[in-house]
């Protein structure tokens, strides 16, 4: 869709300050382009605010890369044009169809007083298609289920057009069928149109299952990076959580983290 | 005075009744001429129309006598009636209480509605504050005078003369000035010469005046010292008091002009709290004003002037 | 879709404004009939019938009437737009166009010019300038303000709302303290405040009509940014636009509308908070339809209950804001109990 080559982030000694509180530490990673990379976590070790900081919510030291420009350069509307975001609690404003919301997506590209021309209507529609919301492109948001409206937020992240998908705990809201449906739907645009997507996620299974490779942090640091066998391990994972699992490695389903529970009756 | 003389009848001259009559129509038309006299046969042909009077920065020209006066002021409807122009107001706001006999009309002051005051088909409407319903009156050709709050005696007498002028009866309003002045000097010397402090109240909650407003000046006209004068508050002559000022102060006399609005009277204003000490409460030196004469500056002006002297009287006993 | 709720909307709107104003026009407490009202109208046509109406009479209705029923659509229709714009710049639906301070700075202003300059005679009434020049003083304090309290880093409209509502106040206690002083101009202060449109001729039209065609002109092309933002500042940000920059135009040129109707007309509450609310209850929350809508029904709304102020408790005057607050509380009451999605 984009027509572009899929793009490579680069976050180069990334620092972000929440009040007096230094949140992220001198963060250096580093996204192939078109890969998935999945950041894991405990709560509190920085994960959304890294996402924040790189959908340019908040003010950061150190540099973020896109293909090597450097995106504070960029203006606002640029940086929607590469970046594209779809938030853990999307605003669900009031009145507002499908339709409308996923055209939302195109303001990077419309002109200050314009209101779209057919391209972007048909963009649109095409977008509303490939998410299946096709039936409920008449329905307001706020009147849709939770995985109807992760797909609708997705569609909205689309129809931007960016190379880049941040995708902050996408699936937090969601069971388990859901979950699934909205994780397949992005690897597969993933690769439609060479995207390079970042998720914040907080099951390290899908993480695991999802990503070509995964960033673990705690306490604003990145303890490891890399493929996900070498980074989810059982040591990883105690040293990180400070939980007690078990990583098994199946060969229909991959890489599973499996909680081990303590106490009577377990061998 | 006439000084018309019939002319004897001599032989051979025209009948009495011819020559009187050639006579009086000489005199008036000579009299005609004559600006200012004001012989009661004579009275009518001094009021010449049309006329242009200069009020405020406005011009109001009238081309006939009026016969269809609207009054949006309760002091220009005093006026009117008190000139003999009575008959020629056909319609008066709703707070012009005086005279009974006036057209009262629920036709508001406070916010007067420019298509009712049309509605009475006016030929001059009386109003006592410029704003956007005179400029409307103008614009539909209207003759409007605009007869502000007075802010000294002279303002009354000039007001009066005015309306005179404009409703054809010039000798009329010259009498009731004379009879105004003559009225308010008697007052004067009638009221006892000692400095005494009053307090004149507005309302029950101690709004007052100072001696730069028109009451301050009726009162400074009798001598007297008004404690409001001084107090905080007061450039633009409305102070409101508070009771420990007043109680500092300590008036001689206090005079009621919230008789009627604010139900206050003597039995009230002993029984406030803290004002037992005052002068004026101790010796009973309450004297309740009625609120209309108080607040209005047209012909019952004099009706104030009496009541205070009355009142400063009934101190000195 | 989008199209035809857009032309349903405007469509009703021109027209309930269209018959609201033909009412008011020929309606009235002067003793003119509605007929010769209309014979008089038509009498300018060429083939028309002719006049039966006195001279003083034809004056009325073409320098007094109707003045000021194209003043009150004219009002109704700012008033209406700009609360339309504030509600959706803040994503509040119950902020008014009164927010950042406007009403308050206004009622300084006039007041200032009944008690201090109202004995001199002016080339131009001072009143409408202070009035005006008043809101717009207090709506950039209150822009001073906010941008000051901002800047921890918290870019937040809820500290501008706020900020507002300080200088509201203290513009409030400035106005109360001129007002005393002053105090025998009371009446003519509270007349301003509570609202009331008196024409003489096409002055007060031709003074704020510039104003307005502005204001106008920059919100409706500011509809689709609106939309933008009602997604929340973060979000609006993600998607491409800058949230303050697009809150600081719309509120500018609202605050001006604002300022011009009550510069002419006093404080007349409830037709900015109201109106857009029902027009969205019946036309949807998209602003190239909501605004427009606002803006018409906003100033069908006023004419009418302009002709209710001079004409239903003839020959006195009602004060306009008092019938808008009459008609406006309950019926926004009614909305709240019955608990329609706003």
Known sequence: MTGRPPAGVTLHGVSIRRG??????????????GS??????????????????????????????????????????????????????????????????????????????????????????????RLELQWLADRFVSDLSGGELQRA??????????????????????????????????????????????????????????GDRVALMACGELLAEGTPSEVITEDNVKRAYGADVVVRHDEEVGLAVIPRRRGVGFS | MSIIRFA??????????????????????????????????????????PVAVKIGEQTVRMAKKPKRIVS??????????????????????????????????????????????????????????????????????????????ATAFNDSYRQIRELGVLTGHRAQADGVVVTMKSRLDAALASAPKIKVKIFHELDDTLYTVTSSTFIGQVYAAFGVVNVADGAPGGEFGYPQLNAEYLVKANPDVVFLADTKCCAQSVDTVVKRDGWSEITAVKKRAIVSLDDDIASRWGPRLPLLFEAIAAGLQQYAR | MRTHRSLVSLSIGFLTLAVAMTLSAIVGVSGLSAGDAIREVFSHFPG???????????????????PRV???????????????????????????????????????????????????????????????????????????????????????????????????????????????????????????????LVTSGWTEVVLIAPYLVVSALV?????????????????????????????????????????????????????????????????????????????????????????GARTLSAPAELPLGVITAFIGAPFFAGLLIRGVRS
């Open chain 1, 20 to 33: 007096s509180v230094e949140v992220v530490h001198q963060l250096h990673l580093q996204l192939t382009p």
């Open chain 1, 36 to 129: 998935w990379m999945s950041l894991v976590g405990p709560n509190g070790a920085g994960k959304s605010t890294l996402i924040g900081a790189m959908a340019g919510l908040l003010p950061h030291t150190g540099k973020l890369l896109i293909d090597k420009q450097d995106v504070a350069t960029l203006s606002i509307r640029d940086r929607a044009r590469l970046i594209a975001v779809v938030p853990q609690r999307p605003e669900l404003p009031p009145g507002c169809t499908v339709r409308e919301y996923v055209l939302l997506g195109r303001t990077a590209h419309l002109s200050m007083f314009g209101r779209g021309g057919r391209a972007d209507r048909q963009l649109v529609e095409d977008t509303i298609e």
């Open chain 1, 153 to 210: 937020t997705i569609g909205r992240a689309l129809a931007q057009e960016a190379q880049v998908l941040l995708l902050d705990e996408p699936t937090s809201a969601l069971d388990i069928h859901h979950q699934q449906q909205a994780l397949e739907l992005v690897d597969q645009l993933r690769h439609a149109h060479g995207l390079t997507v970042c998720a914040a996620m907080h099951d390290l299974t899908l993480a695991a299952q999802f």
């Open chain 2, 8 to 49: 004897r009848r001599r032989p051979g001259s025209p009948p009495p009744s011819v020559v009187s009559a050639v006579s009086v129509l000489a005199a008036a038309v000579g009299l005609s001429f004559l600006p200012g006299l004001s012989s009661p046969t004579s009275a009518a042909s001094a009021d010449r129309f």
């Open chain 2, 72 to 149: 949006i002021s309760p002091t220009a409807t005093e006026i009117l009636f008190s000139i003999g122009a009575g008959k020629q107001v056909i319609a008066v706001d709703d707070q012009s209480s005086f005279p009974a006999n006036a057209p009262r009309t629920k036709l508001s002051g406070f916010k007067p509605n420019v298509e009712a005051i049309v509605g009475y088909k006016p030929d001059l409407v009386v109003m006592s504050q410029d704003d956007k319903v005179t400029a409307a009156l103008r614009t539909l050709k209207i003759p409007v005078a605009v007869q502000t709050a």
């Open chain 3, 48 to 66: 028309g019938p002719a006049s039966r109406l006195a001279e003083l009479d034809a004056s009325l209705l073409w320098r007094i009437r109707f």
């Open chain 3, 70 to 196: 194209v003043l009150s659509a004219l009002v109704g229709s700012a008033l209406g737009l700009c609360g339309c714009a504030y509600q959706g710049a803040f994503r509040n639906p119950l902020v008014d166009p009164y927010l950042l301070g406007s009403a308050a700075g206004a009622g300084l202003g006039a007041t200032l010019a009944i008690v201090y300059l109202k004995d001199r005679s002016w080339v131009i009434n001072p009143l409408p300038v202070l009035a005006f020049a008043g809101a717009l003083t207090a709506v950039a304090m209150s822009y001073l303000v906010g941008r000051a309290a901002n800047r921890q880093g918290r870019r937040d409209s809820s500290v501008l709302v706020l900020s507002g509502v300080a200088v509201a106040s203290f513009f409030t206690a400035l106005q109360t303290f001129v007002q005393q002083r002053g105090s025998d101009n009371l009446r003519q202060v509270y007349s301003w405040i509570l609202g009331g």
């Open chain 3, 219 to 307: 919100i409706f092309s500011s509809a689709r940014l609106l939309d933008v933002l009602s997604v929340g500042d973060d979000e609006a940000r993600t998607l491409g636009v800058r949230p303050e920059r697009i809150r600081f135009v719309v509120v500018l040129a609202a605050s001006l509308g604002t300022a011009a109707a009550v510069a002419v007309s006093g404080l007349i509450g409830f037709v900015g908070l109201v109106v857009p609310h029902v027009v969205r209850m019946l036309f949807g929350t998209r602003h190239h339809v909501s605004l427009p809508a606002s803006a018409l029904f906003g100033g069908a709304f006023l004419v009418i209950a302009d002709l």
